[in-house]
């Protein structure tokens, strides 16, 4: 009996390792595999042809010493995500306040606010080209309209980072079907009783609403800053074929590493900054974890 | 006192019902207007685009530009080689995300929540920083100018989809997988006959999720294709921009015609995007 029920146990933990199986061999070949790779080869001179010799810190040493683009593609990454952040959480929060409200047609209004996040790839930032071209698109025609003279956008380089933000909150809408779900969570006696004792509307959000949700907006704050330190596209397909656009206002950190990596096969070089973005993103996630519990509201009580 | 109370209480509600109204509509409008453009543009001549004051919409309506600027490129070829890629795409990300989903949802063992936590903690690795030594590897194995790095990897599972399939089996009873057990079936027989005919709703997200994700893929072709025959829409409508410049009405004709599928797909099954979104909340517990 006994060594039946353990036999099943075994049976049963065999059959669990293979089913995870697929992720792991995935996860060994693809995941922790390049990870040492590249932490290995970011100490030498690795070029993919030729030569792999160790050269210790030569790599971090040069980036943060010899390549003022270095430098450029940081802050560019940095101004990015510095803006972009805390525009689309704000921004996606105030969508689904206001496609929380009992209005009619918000089931049309949700579906035409989140369509444009499914939308993305080349052709998206090709139509942004267009509408933030200079002379013919739609953004400075309309600022013709109302008699201010849009900048040139893509072409000069104190709005090109602007423009690419301003693209950005078109798509806005993804992270606000998180927060509608969460909000129609709220129990509404909160609301409710809120309105016995007189609250205005903004009273609602601030002491209500919004510690509800906190846990999501800390999901997004995570998510949307580890992926906007990856921005590579925008910054690929908008300037011209990857040359960072006027005085390299578009050479986002990814973008820079591609060049160094698949341009002139600086591998060594690229996978030292690969690893250098690691740890920035690690950084700023534990940090963001660290500083959830002041903040990060989870019902029941006990702060997670 | 009271009745006045409420009746203005009641008018500050419709006052307030009415600018929420106003103000989604103006939201709207504004979202939709880079679409109308970019459609209204690509159904324009050359002539009207350059038009001062502009157009909001095409005064002489030239559906030739679709075919010119189709013809322009081997776009038809594009399109193939691009629903090559998503269709192993779509069927390598269905099969092994909800098979090891299953595993770590339903089956005991030692070291499954060790493992799920390195999944969940795989997601914040930076793309870049594997995508070197994954394009060394592929170069060694002689894939370069293959399709097979863009389609091999998604049979090996992805950490989002392995935690959106594990949160759904997760609402379904143990009992369910017990019974089964009892009555002498094993977990593949429970995970294919039993498990994948009620986990249609993230099936159906998965697969669009992950069509969309190999439709919208720029970096893998641009990295593994060399071949101008080889390219998939996104690096084909990427060189078309080098061929027609800005010859707007081609350029926004072919955007309208490579996010049609996109947008279609969006239209027809919106309420598996909504279910993929729940599935994520599920995660920032």
């Not at chain 1, 990814?254 to 950084?283: Q, S, T």
């Not at chain 2, 101008?228 to 072919?254: C, D």
Request: with cysteine; hydrophobic share 50%.
């Amino acid at each position: 009996m006994n060594r039946k029920t353990s036999s099943i146990r075994q049976r049963e933990e065999i059959q669990g390792y293979i089913f995870i199986l697929p992720w792991l061999i995935g996860f060994v070949v693809f995941v922790l595999g390049p990870l040492l790779f590249s932490l290995y080869g970011s100490f030498t001179n690795y070029n993919v042809t030729s030569r792999m010799d160790f050269i210790g810190f030569d790599n971090y040493k040069r980036m943060f010493t010899g390549d003022p683009l270095f430098w450029t593609s940081l802050y560019n990454t940095f101004y990015y995500v510095i803006f972009m952040v805390p525009l689309t959480t704000a921004g996606s929060i105030l969508m689904a306040v206001l496609l929380n409200q009992r209005v009619s047609g918000t089931r049309v209004y949700r579906t035409i606010y989140y369509m444009p996040s499914v939308l993305s790839g080349v052709a998206v930032y090709m139509l942004w080209m267009q509408i933030l071209s200079p002379e013919t698109g739609l953004l400075n025609t309309l600022l013709r309209l109302i008699g201010v003279e849009g900048p040139a956008w893509l072409f000069d380089p104190a709005w090109t980072k602007p423009a690419i933000i301003i693209m950005k909150m078109w798509s806005v809408g993804g992270g606000m079907l998180l927060y509608l779900a969460s909000m129609q969570g709220i129990p509404t006696q909160l609301y409710e009783s809120a309105d016995l004792d007189g609250a205005n509307a903004w009273h609602k959000f601030r002491y209500i609403t919004l510690p509800m949700i906190t846990p999501v907006i800390f999901f997004d704050l995570v998510t949307s800053l580890i992926g906007g330190f990856q921005i590579f596209q925008e910054g690929y397909v908008m300037s011209q074929s990857g040359d960072g656009g006027p005085m390299n206002s578009l050479l986002f950190y990814n973008l820079h590493m591609w060049n160094k990596a698949f341009e002139v096969f600086d591998m060594g070089y690229a996978m030292a900054m690969a690893w250098i973005l690691f740890v920035i993103v690690m950084i700023l996630t534990a940090l963001n974890l660290k500083y959830s519990k002041n903040w990060v509201y989870y019902e029941g009580g006990d702060n997670r | 006192m009271n009745d006045r109370y409420y009746v203005s209480r009641h008018v500050q509600q419709r006052r307030s019902k009415i600018i929420v109204s106003v103000i989604l509509l103006a939201g709207s409008i504004i979202l939709l207007m880079p679409l109308w453009w970019m459609i209204s543009t690509s159904l324009k001549s050359m002539d009207e685009i350059m038009q001062y004051p502009p157009t909001f919409y095409p005064h002489e309506v030239h559906w030739e530009n679709y075919i010119e600027a189709w013809h322009t490129a081997p776009f038809t070829r594009y399109t193939l080689n691009t629903l090559l890629i998503c269709a192993f795409s779509v069927a390598g990300s269905v099969l092994s995300n909800s098979f090891v989903g299953y595993g770590f949802a339903k089956i005991h063992f030692r070291g499954r929540e060790t493992f799920m936590s390195v999944v969940l903690a795989t997601m914040i690795i930076p793309g870049f920083v594997t995508l070197i030594p994954q394009y060394v590897l592929f170069s060694k194995l002689g894939w370069v100018n293959t399709y097979l790095p863009l389609i091999i990897p998604p049979f090996f599972g992805s950490a989002f989809f392995i935690f959106m399939f594990r949160q759904f089996y997760m609402t379904i009873p143990n009992e369910l997988v017990e019974a089964a057990k009892i009555d002498g079936a094993n977990h593949f027989y429970i995970w294919f006959w039993l498990m994948l005919p009620m986990v249609k709703p993230v099936l159906a997200t998965v697969a669009i999720f992950s069509f969309n994700g190999a439709w919208n893929d720029l970096i893998g072709p641009l990295l593994y294709l060399n071949d101008e025959m080889k390219y998939t829409l996104q690096i084909g409508l990427q060189n078309f921009r080098g061929l027609v410049q800005t010859q707007w009405h081609y350029l926004m004709a072919a955007s309208t015609l490579v996010l049609l599928p996109v947008l279609t797909i969006f239209f027809v099954f919106q309420r598996y995007f909504i279910e993929g979104m729940n599935l994520t909340a599920g995660m920032k517990g």
